[in-house]
């Protein structure tokens, strides 16, 4: 028979038991959540901070009418809503952004994945030109584009080149065609480097037996491409595109440096316009309409590129 302990024989019971579920509450699975919590911290303050809080906002900006000369903050409810819906500027400004958005991303990656494939060869001197296709990547945008704006002038180093060959160059930030397509190509010749990098280091991620196996079958170069490099490379394609189009739909040092806007509205994107309406015309809740609007469709075209990764994404299907 077991013998009972002091505390028995008097009726008092021992603390322990609440001492030992205290240390089954604090397991290594809480305290490893707790660790990951503090770790991603720092993200989600930021997050919380600088994006969610002025993205309402915004919101908030955009049900007002906001003068700052006259220091008033009224409130108009869905009324820059309705005066965006009739705005005859907008349809030409949403015209510019998508003609811009479609030149540039078409132009930029395919002009990224062509020097992707040329870069990938082993040839001597690929290195050199590697570093030379990335190196505007690095160049501050407002050195860089003040530097093309002398370029493109009409007695600017451009037409200069197309002078010693007898071509009369034009004004080419004065023409509305020559002006959009300026800007594209500034763009284009900026950040190009960034996609090809991403996209070279997607293609040496592609197995060459698998190319072997091909060239045994008898399937050309293009074949080649088209049936074993494009789905490889289909996740770092779908990457690109978003972040280039979204970059596209942010432009505005550009066309501030370069155009104004101008000539006309040609080259007035939407972001340049909400600069117009909220710092020189004044109006900023209809600057912040406009943001809302901007905020809607490059998540509309985000959405729709996600949704589309599970037809041409080949690790999707």
């Known amino acids: 028979m077991p013998l009972l302990t002091d505390d028995r024989k008097a009726g008092r019971t021992s603390h322990r038991p609440a001492l030992d579920g205290g240390r089954r509450w604090w397991t290594t699975r809480r305290r490893d959540h707790l660790a990951g919590y503090l770790f991603i911290a720092p ?10 809080i002025p993205l309402g906002l915004v919101v ?5 009418e906001w003068n700052v000369l006259a220091d008033t903050f009224d409130f108009v409810g869905a009324g820059n809503y309705r005066a965006m819906a009739e705005d005859p500027n907008l349809p030409g400004v949403l015209r510019a952004s998508a003609l811009f958005s ?5 132009l930029n990656l395919s002009l990224a994945l062509f020097l992707a494939v040329l870069l990938n060869q082993r040839l001597r001197g690929t290195a050199f030109f590697r570093v030379m296709f990335f ?18 002038q009409d007695n ?13 160059g034009p004004n080419w930030l004065r023409g509305d065609l020559t002006a959009m ?13 960034l996609n090809m990098v991403l996209f070279l280091a997607a293609l040496q991620g592609v ?16 074949t080649q491409f088209r049936r074993i490099t494009v789905p490889l490379i289909s996740p770092t394609i779908l990457l690109t595109s978003i972040i280039t189009v979204v970059g596209s739909l942010q432009v505005f040092a550009q066309i501030a440096v370069l155009t104004q806007g101008g000539p006309g509205s040609s080259t007035t994107v939407l972001v340049y316009y909400l600069y117009q309406q909220a710092f020189q015309f004044h109006h900023f809740g209809y600057g912040a309409t406009i943001s ?3 905020f809607l469709i490059v998540l509309a075209l985000t959405v729709v590129q996600w949704q589309m990764r599970k037809r041409w994404v080949f690790h999707e299907q």
């Open 43 to 52: 993200q989600l303050v930021g997050s919380v901070l600088f994006v969610l």
């Open 60 to 64: 908030w900006y955009s049900l007002h």
């Open 102 to 106: 479609i030149g540039l991303v078409a």
């Open 135 to 152: 190196s505007p990547v690095v160049v501050s945008l407002v050195a860089w584009t003040i530097v093309w704006g002398f370029l493109l």
């Open 156 to 168: 600017g180093g451009i037409n200069g080149l197309l002078d010693t060959i007898g071509v009369d």
């Open 181 to 193: 397509l300026s800007v594209i190509v500034v763009q284009v010749v900026k950040n190009v480097g």
């Open 207 to 222: 197995p060459g037996e698998l190319y072997e196996a091909a060239r045994v079958e008898g399937a050309g170069r293009w």
């Open 292 to 294: 809302v609007l901007l």
